[in-house]
Each structure stands twice: as C-alpha cells, then as structure tokens.
C-alpha cells in the first residue's frame, strides 16, 4: 500500500538538530551577540549556535558554534541547559529543534567574528528590548528565558 504525502510525514517524520549558546557577562549585564552573514535571517542577531554533526552531543555541538563563531571557549561545565526550542515554524529552512545553553561570565572575553558570523558584539540587556524586531529565529524568545535564568540564578 502506498502512502500519501501527508501520511508519509506522519510516519517518517525527521528534524534537525542544532545548539545555541548564550554568553551573559555580569559585571556589564551584556550578552554577546553575532549578526548571521548568510540567510536566513542575513544580517539580523543571533546567539551563536549551529547544527549537530553526526557523531555529536548538545553540549559539544554547543562549544563547537561558539568557537567557530565567536573564537570565545568555554568549558564543557560552564553549560547551563537553558531550554529547548522546538516550535514547528522557528526556521525557515525545515523543522529545526535546538537546546540552548547559557553561560554567565563575570569578566568580557575576547571575541572576533568567525566563520558564518558576519559582525560579533557585547549588547546591553535594555538595549536588546528596543532591538526586538532585529533578532534571527525566535532568538528574542531565548533572550528573554535567559534573563529569567539569569535573575533567578544571582
């Protein structure tokens, strides 16, 4: 018996899976932000992040993107599971479910833009609610649950 295309979905349904990483830095309450140099979303912010290769798990996807992207490097335990986002519609590209992952600095770290990165930047928190509009995927979303992360860990 053949399948339609709908009922074919329905069985064999398939997603991608990618991590994001959010930088806070404490003592100047910013977060490190890139601007994408590709499409989707050219040229608006994101967090660092990307998609899982084969033979990967989160949490090295995670420190893998922040590197390429960023050259910042943290440590494995450094991670905070922040949340997972998961939304059918989040990525234009297909079905894309990421874990993201907060890591609270105390001190700036040095950072360039690597990679598919075109612009990488410290932005102050209240500066970001004016920037809403200008955020990549439902990143805005992951700004806002890490601030909730963030107070509820200080």
């Known amino acids: 018996m ?13 997603a991608a899976l990618a991590a994001d990483v959010v930088i806070y830095i404490n003592s100047q ?10 499409e989707p979303f050219k040229g608006k912010l994101a967090f660092p992040g990307g998609f ?3 033979d990967e798990d989160f949490k090295d996807a995670a420190l893998r ?4 992207e960023t050259a910042v ?4 335990n450094d991670l905070v599971t922040l949340g997972i986002y998961s939304k059918p519609n989040r990525d234009p590209r297909g079905r894309v479910v990421t874990v993201a992952f907060l890591v609270i600095l105390e001190n700036p770290v040095e950072f360039k833009a690597c990679d598919d990165a075109k612009e ?12 809403k509009s200008d955020f990549a995927f439902d990143h805005f979303n992951i700004f806002q649950d890490a601030l909730l992360k963030v107070k509820a860990i200080k």
Not at 2 to 14: G, H, P, Q
Not at 73 to 76: D, E, K, R, W
């Open 65 to 68: 993107e922040l590197k390429e």
């Open 120 to 131: 990488a930047d410290l932005y102050k928190t209240q500066l970001l609610y004016d920037m």
């Open 52 to 54: 899982l290769e084969p």
């Open 29 to 38: 309450d910013q977060f490190l932000l890139i601007r994408r140099k590709n």
């Open 2 to 14: 053949r399948l339609s295309k709908t009922e074919f979905r329905k069985k064999y349904f398939s």
């Open 73 to 76: 490097q943290v440590n494995l």
